[in-house]
């Protein structure tokens, strides 16, 4: 079976809620505007609850199944990202971002409609026992806003028992899926590094403590934790991505500023890059005789997939793509998610789903590709009806 003929029947109401949420882009925990189309439209389809101001902007839609008595489980939860990123669209579709500086480049937009079709499907034909939660939440880019509602007791308050969520993945083909059971995306953490020298006249370094060359040696130094501290076969990513000082060619600065990201599985080896770092800020400082600070920022943890409910998963996909178009062994990769907050409360699986060829995210020129999402809806669906099977 491949996408389900009810919502291939709404596609283009669909791509209408799309374009309409791609022009009102709104970034991390306040989307007012976001949040008011999602609850309109949920009340529109005939939600049985909605529960908004979670997380800010965030909410948790109830749909009951057939013949099922309010409350009455079980309850598998939905998840859907409504955030966007604060970076200019070149996209030049008519129905761009309104918000000038702010647009859908990770396809957020695409997700939240995605659920929303899930949601219009399920209300109408309840075909399932027990209640589905759908998860609308900000602040997937900053913040971290799944952490937030998993800390405001969603899992408790709806008693939702497994979590799924999908993400877009251009440059994989039309309506394939790929995921991957267990650990699929790493942790991420930030780093800072302030350095204070003393500057002067760039033709008497003499007489200056130099926060550039300390700059350059932290930034090198960094470099061999990957390289000489850490075990060959275990996954580590450092990347040093800033570094500002100064202003003038002939001017040695006072100040340096040093910044990156950390990407680890293991929290073993996420405590050894946090000591290492901490012992070549201080070595480093003191050899260049200046000062120098880190502030070392632990974020999103590891996104590890269930490996029964990613089982499931990959083969309610394969029933709406076929199975070859599914990779359910994908491996893991280094990038991040705060749905592993959500992963981390109950067991689940997150899924990517192909868009094709075309900008990537994060680009200003990516767009959301519109034909995905009956594909999504009906995954969402799917999961649903045979997870929690009419009797
Ligand atoms: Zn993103
Ligand atoms: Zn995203």
Redesign the pocket.
Same mark, same amino acid.
């Given at each position: 079976m491949p996408v389900v003929n009810r919502i291939a029947d709404f596609a283009e109401e669909m791509k209408g809620w799309r374009q309409a949420l791609h022009q009102i882009p709104e970034l991390a925990l306040d989307l007012p505007k976001t949040a008011a189309f999602v609850a309109e439209r949920l009340r529109e389809i005939g939600v049985d609850e909605l529960h908004e101001g979670i997380a800010t902007s965030g909410m948790v839609a109830i749909i009951n199944g057939q013949g099922n008595a309010a409350g009455e489980g079980p309850t598998i939860g939905l998840r859907a990202d409504m955030d966007a &990123?604060p970076i200019p669209e070149e996209t030049g579709v008519d129905y761009a971002s309104e918000h000038a500086g702010n647009m859908h480049?990770?396809g957020h937009d695409g997700h939240t409609t995605m659920l929303l079709g899930a949601a219009k499907y399920l209300a109408e034909t309840r075909n399932f026992r027990g209640r589905v939660a759908l998860i609308f939440q900000p602040a !997937? !880019?900053a913040i971290g806003g799944a952490r937030i509602m998993v800390e405001e007791g969603i899992m408790e308050r709806f008693g939702i028992g497994e979590v799924y969520a999908l993400h877009n993945a251009p440059g994989l083909p039309v309506g394939h899926f790929l995921t991957t059971p267990g650990p699929l995306m790493a942790a991420v953490d930030t780093f800072h590094v302030h350095i204070q020298g003393q500057g002067g006249h760039g033709a008497m370094p003499h007489e200056t403590r130099d926060p550039v060359m300390a700059a350059c040696g932290i930034a090198q130094a960094m470099q061999t934790i990957v390289s000489r501290n850490h075990h060959s076969l275990e996954d580590l990513v450092i990347s040093v991505t800033q570094i500002h000082t100064g202003t003038v060619d002939n001017v040695i600065p006072d100040t340096a500023y040093i910044n990156g990201t950390v990407r680890t599985f293991n929290p073993k080896v996420q405590a050894m890059v946090m000591r290492r770092m901490q012992e070549i800020v201080a070595g480093q400082a003191a050899s260049y005789g200046v000062t120098a600070e880190l502030d070392y920022e632990v974020g999103y943890p590891a996104t590890v997939n269930d490996a029964e409910k990613t089982r499931f998963a990959v083969d309610v996909a394969g029933e709406i793509s076929g199975s070859e178009k599914v990779e359910g062994e994908a491996g893991r990769e280094m990038g991040a998610e705060d749905f592993a907050y959500m992963l981390n409360a109950r067991p689940g699986s997150y899924l990517f789903l192909g868009q094709g060829q075309g900008a990537g &995210?994060?680009h200003p020129k990516y767009d959301f590709n519109d034909e995905i999402a009956p594909i999504g809806a009906s995954f969402f669906a799917r999961l649903v009806e045979r997870a929690q099977p009419l009797p």
């Open positions: &990123l480049a990770c !997937e !880019e &995210l994060h």
